[in-house]
């Protein structure tokens, strides 16, 4: 069984600051360490994106999820959901038409690197997370 069957794999853009962040908050409400990470430009992200014949997407978080993969804002609502505590609660919002969604969606990601700036290589995870973050097979 492969780490993306065992665990919700989460594919971001690791230059993006926002982005890095997100996942950041993750790994701090994520106490049982379900949740693993692969920047979208690292070996791994590029060996899952093709593994699940998922074109790069820079411009989209992917969630892979029992052998399913979402993309837009689907990936963001359902890691959401999956999550402790309060955060639970945005799930509810899938009600919401996906076309919607997603047109919000895009509006955010073409805008992120303007408005929370973006890194020149991808993050490094501390130690005490690195654990969490794909490497290549």
Not at 6 to 20: K, M, S, Y
Not at 54 to 77: H, K, M, P, W, Y
Request: hydrophobic letters at 40%; charged letters at 25%.
């Amino acid at each position: 069984m492969t780490d993306d069957q065992r665990h919700f794999v989460i594919l971001f853009d690791g230059v993006c600051n926002f982005c890095n962040g997100s996942v950041q908050f993750i790994i701090r409400r994520d106490r049982k360490g379900r949740f693993r990470f692969a920047s979208l430009q690292s070996s791994a992200g590029k060996q899952l994106l093709a593994r699940h014949r998922i074109r790069e997407q820079a411009d989209s978080i992917v969630l892979i999820e029992n052998g399913s993969c979402f993309t837009e804002s689907t990936a963001v609502l359902r890691i959401a959901g999956r999550m402790s505590g309060i955060w639970k609660i945005a799930a509810i919002l899938l009600v919401i038409p996906k076309p919607i969604r997603d047109c919000l969606y895009r509006y955010f990601a073409r805008n992120r690197y303007r408005w929370f700036g973006k890194q020149e290589a991808c993050m490094i995870p501390a130690e005490e997370t690195r654990k969490r973050f794909l490497s290549v097979d």
